[in-house]
């Protein structure tokens, strides 16, 4: 464990960032987590089923929570004793509770422990990695998503037919999985319609497969609808998969099997997230880039037209920090703290206490200037906020 000084800035590595910092940050203060947008399966965790169009924290309440993850109609999230947290959809066995049922407060999973470090939600599954560095997957099996070598569904946590003790991130689309290893391999399984696994073909893996470019320095990737993005360590951003709406920003229309880079191309990306055929990226010099299906203004560049390549928002800027793609809106927070959405807001899912669509980002009905760690489900958002500055232990 690093002593608080020994944080890495906002600006630094991303992995170190949302992995250890939060992590050692929590143990310092306390964070809060809220919710809002669609609740019609309990997704929000405040023991309703009503809708919110601006943030509400969830039934278990407290200022204990360490980082969390919105899937399709179901939410998972970790506190900083370690334990972690999953409600809304059970009916694909994905809250890891043992059940089909759904539930709209909080529940711990079947496998226990107070050692979980990161989670990420999918469509039907979550998947999770422990401080041991063990990989952890539940929900539905078909196609192999759970990497078990099977296609049966489980309703408790196990580990992929790879096991291992040194995975380090991993991220859920809608019917494939991505991770990457200590090692700094990347690895994807699942459905491999399109050749959204990268390995060369379109043959479902029901194990982990290596992706066809290989390599050992990846950094961050991400799982949307049927495409993947990564990170490389020499800051490289590569994209393959689906890309009938032009979301792998390689100024074509073409599919993918390989990965590919961005027709923006350089070597100074530092995030990157993927949404239902759209992708959004952040540099290191804090601007923020979207391409791909721009319907419901997701992209936030005020128009409502697809873009093949990489375009900046609407509000520009030098200082975004992390954004997250949702089905069709997105968000994204600055490194001074605030909180920004747009895109489709019929189901008030860009929390500003209104139903109106936004082609330019907005701050929350909530304002502030603290919130530290956001994700998008499909149409719904759940974030953390922070009782501190993080810059206030960098040295």
Not at 131 to 152: E, K, Q, V
Request: with cysteine; glycine share 14%; charged share 10%.
């Amino acid at each position: 464990m690093s002593r608080p000084n020994q944080f890495l800035s906002p600006e630094g590595d991303l992995e170190d960032y949302f992995v250890d910092e939060y992590w050692l940050i929590d143990q310092w203060v306390g964070d809060t987590l809220w919710t809002w947008g669609n609740n019609n399966i309990g997704q929000l965790g405040n023991n309703t089923l009503v809708r919110r169009s601006t943030p509400v924290t969830t039934s278990a309440g407290g200022a204990n929570w360490k980082q969390v993850s919105g899937g399709d109609s179901n939410t998972a999230a970790i506190k900083i004793d370690g334990t972690l947290w999953t409600w809304g959809s059970g009916s694909t066995l994905q809250l890891g509770d043992n059940t089909l049922i759904t539930k709209s407060i909080p529940v711990t999973t079947f496998a226990g422990g107070t050692n979980w470090k990161q989670v990420t939600c999918g469509s039907t599954n979550t998947a999770a990695i422990k401080t041991d560095g063990t990989l952890w997957i539940w929900g539905s099996g078909g196609f192999g998503r759970l990497g078990t070598n099977a296609t049966a569904s489980r309703g408790t946590p196990v580990t992929t037919f790879a096991g291992g003790t040194n995975w380090k991130q991993v991220a859920c689309g809608q019917d494939h999985t991505s991770a990457i290893k200590t090692d700094g391999t990347l690895w994807g399984w699942g459905l491999n319609t399109s050749g959204r696994l990268g390995d060369n073909t379109n043959i479902n893996r029901a194990t982990p497969v290596t992706t066809f470019a290989g390599g050992t320095n990846w950094k961050q990737v991400d799982c949307g609808t049927s495409h993947t993005a990564a990170i490389k360590t020499d800051g490289t951003l590569w994209t393959w998969g689906n890309n009938d709406i032009a979301q792998l920003g390689n100024n074509t229309a073409t599919v993918r099997s390989t990965p590919v880079t961005t027709f923006a191309g350089g070597n100074n990306w530092k995030q990157v997230s993927c949404g239902y055929r759209y992708t959004a990226a952040i540099k290191t010099d804090g601007t923020l880039w979207t391409w791909g299906r721009n319907t419901n203004g997701q992209l936030g560049d005020n128009t409502l037209i697809t873009k093949s390549t990489p375009v900046t928002t609407f509000a520009g800027g030098t200082n975004w920090k992390q954004v997250d793609c949702g089905s069709i809106h997105t968000s994204a927070i600055k490194t001074d703290g605030t909180l920004w959405t747009w895109g489709n807001n019929a189901i008030a899912q860009l929390g500003n206490n209104t139903a109106t669509l936004s082609l330019t980002p907005i701050t929350t009905f909530a304002g502030g200037t603290n919130w530290k760690q956001i994700s998008c489900g499909d149409n719904f958002i759940a974030a953390v906020t922070s009782g501190t500055d993080p810059t206030f232990f960098i040295s």
